[in-house]
């Protein structure tokens, strides 16, 4: 969805929640599952929906019969001013819709239905009437200036505070998840108790390290040859039962990125175009370019996987880590992963052992 169209579905639903007057029908969508999650809640909640009350229905899964939910939109509510209907991960805005996108053509002003659904194809019939009839929203993961604000709200209403470099600390922390970022701020808000400020050292005792902070903090160690830095953190991400295979596959997609970067950089491109070009936000929209692209990726990054997208602030300080690595040995480094990776697929080698040898050698000073 084009931003313009996605901010009119956005302003149309907060003004909706806002006034307490509805659409016909809502649905729900998109790579921010908290947000998704935060609207139906809320539609829920103002609408009266209740699923122990006769006129609330909830319809899930991909086998749902179309015909029993317009047959319960189309039945007057009980001693009440309105049906809902909820609908969860039917699949129908993407196949098996027509029937209900006939029925939201002319629907009844008695019932609304409440759509969350995992994918969504903006081209079916089933999405261009909601659009046109509802709100048709796709909530997507959100830039570090929206997460900035998002703290400072919440902050605001706990009347507590952070300073710039102890947000971009937590944020770094959480990555771009909203249910992380949540929650790691509800931990802080109650460790500090009575204290106003929340501080660096704060984040530091109470918030956890996600399995991509830990692998960005471990290729910022080997980046400087900080062997006791690198070694604690593979040790910590096994404590929390990361399996060998799984940190090699997400350390190598970030070696590659970093061979990338610097590709680039000796091109001579600037350090926006990079941003522009490895962000998470220069994806395909449509479902089926984003599929090409991720198999032309894989194919591009030696069987590690899909290349990753990254935020812009991350992918700044990726820049520096690549200004302090040659080609040579960026390439040096892979060559090495993809000979562990071999190793222990094939037996010569238990996978533990094979990374923690890779990481020694990664780390040593020549």
Known sequence: MNPKLSKEQETRLKKDLREKTFHPVYLLYGPEDFMVRYYFRKLKELLGADLSDMNTQLFEGKDVNVDQIIDAAQTMPFFAERRVILLRNTGLAKAGGLALAKYLEEPADTSVIVMMEEDVDEKCKLAQVIQNTGVLLECKKQGRDYLRMNVAGRLKNVSKAMTGNAVDYLLERTGDSMYVLSNELD?????????????????????????????????????????????????????????????????????????????????????????????????????????????????????????????AYRLEKMVEQAGRCSAELLQRDIAMMTVAEQDFKSGRMDDQIALEMLLLRMTQRD
């Open 187 to 311: 931990k802080l808000i109650a460790y500090v108790g009575d204290r106003n400020e929340i501080t660096m050292e704060d984040v530091d005792a109470i918030c956890i390290r996600v399995i991509d902070d830990q692998i960005f903090r471990m290729m910022e160690a080997i980046t400087v040859c900080d062997q006791k830095t690198t070694m604690d953190t593979y040790y910590d991400l096994l404590a929390l039962k990361e399996a060998p295979a799984k940190i090699l596959k997400m350390l190598a997609g970030q070696f590659l990125a970093l061979l990338r970067i610097k590709t680039m950089r000796n091109e001579g491109h600037p350090v926006s175009a990079i941003v522009r070009e490895m962000s998470y936000q220069n994806l395909p929209k449509d479902s089926e370019a984003r599929k090409i692209r991720e198999e032309k990726d894989k194919e591009s990054n030696l069987g590690f996987g899909p290349e990753p997208k990254y935020h």
